[in-house]
């Protein structure tokens, strides 16, 4: 797949492994690995019976493209495809258990979704959020959150990641308060390249059986806790 430097400030310019991920669509019978242990962890507004309601149905990727926030959702953005894509095979972990956290870190598309759309938003003067949506059969969406939220533990200490062999240190994955959707995990990620200390606000938000990711970096000195958010409202509005 092409990899491509996505570089529209001198901010990107230092954090070009960040914003040049992007994502491919993807479609087919979705894989469910759950595991008694991740199911335990998802905190879900679903029925606890099973038999109370039909299985989750996801959604074409056509589908989602009508879906997915648009230029028009958002005032002030710049809103379209990446112009770079990798897999998560470019993305590479020193521990295994931070491979999760660090796909979401870079917005790649996960594995369990029967079909995936990604987007960058890009606001006059603010930093870029990169972000993927992807619908998943179900309850494959409540397994994506078990399994970040148990590597986003593991991992709080940090670690280091790789993509196609540059690496980041991860310094520390904290959590945050964010809102939206019917569900939402968020941290703050602390990281360095080269000289530069960034931070990223990474938030997982679930409308319904939808999940989109959303990664918003900056340099440490000009982080702010609410960058991405009107991305993350605006996409929760659109999904309903």
Request: proline content about 4%; some cysteine.
């Given at each position: 797949?092409?990899?491509?430097?996505?570089?529209?400030?001198?901010?990107?310019?230092?954090?070009?492994?960040?914003?040049?991920?992007?994502?491919?669509?993807?479609?087919?019978?979705?894989?469910?690995?759950?595991?008694?242990?991740?199911?335990?962890?998802?905190?879900?507004?679903?029925?606890?019976?099973?038999?109370?309601?039909?299985?989750?149905?996801?959604?074409?990727?056509?589908?989602?493209?009508?879906?997915?926030?648009?230029?028009?959702?958002?005032?002030g953005y710049e809103?379209?495809?990446?112009?770079?894509?990798?897999?998560?095979?470019?993305?590479?972990?020193?521990?295994?258990?931070?491979?999760?956290?660090?796909?979401?870190?870079?917005?790649?598309?996960?594995?369990?979704?029967?079909?995936?759309?990604?987007?960058?938003?890009?606001?006059?003067?603010?930093?870029?959020?990169?972000?993927?949506?992807?619908?998943?059969?179900?309850?494959?969406?409540?397994?994506?959150?078990?399994?970040?939220?148990?590597?986003?533990?593991?991992?709080?200490?940090?670690f280091t990641v790789?993509?196609?062999?540059?690496?980041?240190?991860?310094?520390?994955?904290?959590?945050?308060?964010?809102?939206?959707?019917?569900?939402?995990?968020?941290?703050?990620?602390?990281?360095a390249v080269s000289?530069?200390?960034?931070?990223?606000?990474?938030?997982?938000?679930?409308?319904?059986?939808?999940?989109?990711?959303?990664?918003?970096?900056?340099?440490?000195?000009?982080?702010?806790?609410?960058?991405?958010?009107?991305?993350?409202?605006?996409?929760?509005?659109?999904?309903?």
């Amino acid at each position: 797949m092409r990899a491509t430097a996505v570089r529209r400030t001198a901010l990107a310019a230092t954090v070009a492994l960040v914003t040049a991920c992007g994502g491919a669509e993807e479609e087919g019978e979705a894989k469910d690995a759950r595991t008694e242990t991740s199911k335990a962890s998802v905190t879900t507004t679903a029925a606890p019976a099973a038999s109370a309601a039909p299985a989750a149905k996801a959604l074409y990727a056509a589908e989602l493209e009508e879906l997915v926030v648009a230029a028009g959702d958002l005032k002030g953005y710049e809103v379209e495809q990446p112009k770079g894509t990798i897999g998560s095979s470019a993305v590479t972990v020193d521990k295994d258990a931070c491979k999760p956290i660090a796909d979401a870190l870079f917005a790649l598309p996960h594995h369990l979704a029967f079909a995936s759309v990604q987007r960058e938003a890009v606001p006059v003067g603010a930093p870029m959020t990169t972000m993927s949506l992807g619908s998943f059969e179900g309850d494959n969406a409540q397994e994506v959150f078990a399994t970040l939220r148990a590597s986003a533990t593991a991992c709080a200490g940090g670690f280091t990641v790789s993509v196609l062999g540059d690496p980041m240190k991860v310094r520390s994955v904290s959590p945050m308060t964010v809102s939206g959707g019917d569900e939402v995990l968020a941290w703050k990620v602390k990281s360095a390249v080269s000289a530069d200390t960034l931070m990223t606000s990474l938030v997982v938000s679930r409308t319904k059986n939808n999940v989109g990711t959303f990664s918003t970096v900056s340099l440490a000195r000009a982080w702010d806790k609410a960058h991405g958010q009107a991305v993350i409202d605006a996409q929760a509005a659109k999904l309903g």
